[in-house]
């Protein structure tokens, strides 16, 4: 009976997150069409986004930290450097960040029904095995910070696959831009992302967990080079890793089952998970290209 309640428990709380996930952007997709037809009005259309994220994240109601350290002036644009967990990894952003955002992301958001036209108006979308595409989207993402619009860039590139437990790769091209139109970069955390909607190849699996995103302090480009470059992304690496928890490394455990599901079946499902976690009392190892970041679990 309790595996029964604990199944029923999670379908619920999944409809109702999808519900306010969906809800909000059907009431207002009439008026975000209207916005997306013209450049002039896509800075109200990225509010419409802001306040759909913020309804979304309240109504799912669990706990939301946000820590904010010496923020930039409105004024001041800056390159954002987030690590990728989740698919809520965007609405966190737009929630935490104030200001007309400039995003990035890949060219298979633009392709989702209904919404995705409307981010590949406002927003960067790329395809990042495509060199032209990336360049276009830096070309982009300058002319946006030129103006004073502010740009947030996954620099993994994708979701991790350990997430909240090692980082993929920093790729250069966040840290070229930031240094190369002489704006600060500033990490952000978002530690716990993973535990509430993890990525699980189109399965979806949401949990109610905390959440919480840090805005780092910003670090200074100017009379930063190229040759800088590596140095600076080392930096933002450790920075953002320094927020990682070792409890919640790793992918949440499998979804309650009804008591019908064969507990062989559940066996070995949770044996790759259990495999691929840090065990009690191991310092994890974040890598960064050929550099590694050893942090202890305490």
Not at 145 to 156: H, K, M, N, T
Not at 203 to 224: A, F, G, Q
Request: aromatic share 10%.
């Amino acid at each position: 009976m309790r595996d029964l309640l604990r199944f029923l428990g999670h379908r619920l709380y999944t409809t109702w997150s999808t519900f306010w996930f969906v809800m909000p952007f059907v009431v207002t997709y009439p008026a975000q069409w209207v916005l997306g037809r013209r450049p002039m009005w896509y800075r109200h259309l990225h509010t419409f986004n802001r306040s759909w994220s913020i309804i979304s994240i309240r109504m799912w109601g669990m706990p939301v930290e946000v820590v904010r350290k010496n923020q930039l002036p409105p004024s001041q644009p800056c390159v954002y450097v987030a690590n990728h967990s989740s698919y809520i990894d965007i609405p966190m952003l737009f929630k935490a960040i104030p200001g007309f955002l400039n995003i990035v992301g890949k060219s298979s958001l633009a392709k989702v029904p209904f919404w995705g036209p409307l981010f590949g108006r406002v927003y960067i979308t790329v395809n990042r095995e495509s060199a032209l595409s990336r360049g276009r989207a830096i070309v982009h993402a300058r002319n946006g910070l030129a103006q004073g619009r502010s740009v947030v860039i996954f620099p993994e590139g994708t979701i991790s696959k350990k997430p909240g437990e090692e980082m993929m790769p920093f790729k250069d091209g966040a840290f070229q831009l930031a240094i190369s139109a002489g704006v600060p970069i500033v990490p952000v955390s978002m530690p716990l992302n993973h535990r509430f909607l993890p990525d699980l190849d189109g399965e979806l699996r949401v949990r109610y967990s905390p959440l919480r995103i840090v805005l780092h302090d910003p670090i200074p480009t100017h009379n930063m080079t190229l040759d800088d470059v590596e140095a600076l992304k080392q930096r933002a690496f450790a920075i953002i890793a320094s927020e990682f928890r070792p409890d919640a490394a790793g992918l949440p455990e499998p979804s309650p089952r009804p008591f019908w599901r064969s507990s062989k079946t559940e066996d070995s499902k949770k044996a790759p998970q259990q495999l691929s976690g840090s065990a009690p009392n191991t310092p994890q190892t974040l890598t960064n290209g050929n550099a590694e970041l050893s942090l202890p679990n305490s």
